[in-house]
């Protein structure tokens, strides 16, 4: 995953090995199942995340009071 990465940043910029490094060292691939909820709703974000592949959808659920 970390080459995936690595290949879209330098698509816009030169890394140097030491710049690729520091990016191995301080991100995790991870992977998510289809349809898994990444961030609760009212909490502070604790990751910062890239999409390598695959895409994710952000809804806004609001509720109209009727009378």
């Known amino acids: 995953?970390?080459?995936k990465f690595i290949q879209l940043i330098k698509q816009h910029c030169q890394l140097s090995e030491a710049e690729i490094d520091l990016c191995k060292n301080y991100m995790e691939p991870v992977r998510?199942?289809?349809h898994?909820?990444?961030e609760e709703e009212g909490?502070?974000?604790t990751y910062l995340y890239f999409v390598v592949s695959g895409f994710v959808?952000?809804?806004i659920i609001t509720i109209k009071a009727t009378n």
Do not use: E
């Open 57 to 59: 959808r952000l809804f």
């Open 36 to 38: 898994q909820i990444i």
């Open 43 to 45: 909490k502070v974000p």
């Open 1 to 3: 995953m970390h080459a």
């Open 32 to 34: 998510y199942a289809k």
